[in-house]
């Protein structure tokens, strides 16, 4: 069983940042992809970002060039650094891992972004 603990969200004005981490209970060296997903009020939940073991990375169209992600090996956090804000990313993130076939969710911090 793998834990997983998003923390960083809060309330920014457009244009700001903020980064967001994901702790996980279990050394992340072999889990196959991490990722952040992203859920606004009455929408689906969504791919923002994802990395792999290997450090391939991909991105939503929407986020690209604004956003980044990035892992630390020994501090078993996925990071997610999200610059230029627009009140669009408002919603709630998820960390995502995906360990032998088994996805592992955490339970999401909320991101703001006022206009």
């Known amino acids: 069983q793998v834990q997983l603990v998003e923390s960083g969200g809060g309330l920014v004005q457009a244009g700001g940042s903020l980064r967001l981490s994901c702790a996980a209970s279990?050394?992340?060296?072999?889990?196959?992809?991490m990722g952040w997903y992203r859920q606004a009020p009455g929408k689906q939940r969504e791919l923002v970002t994802a990395?792999?073991?290997?450090?391939?990375?991909n991105y939503a169209e929407s986020v690209k060039g604004r956003f980044t992600i990035s892992k630390s090996n020994i501090k078993n956090t996925v990071y997610l650094q999200m610059n230029s804000l627009k009140p669009e990313d408002t919603a709630v993130y998820y960390c995502?891992?995906?360990?032998?076939?088994?996805?592992?969710w955490g339970k999401g911090t909320l991101v703001t972004v006022s206009s």
């Open positions: 995502k891992a995906v360990k032998y076939g088994i996805n592992y």
């Open positions: 279990k050394s992340i060296f072999s889990f196959r992809t």
């Open positions: 990395i792999t073991s290997g450090g391939s990375t």
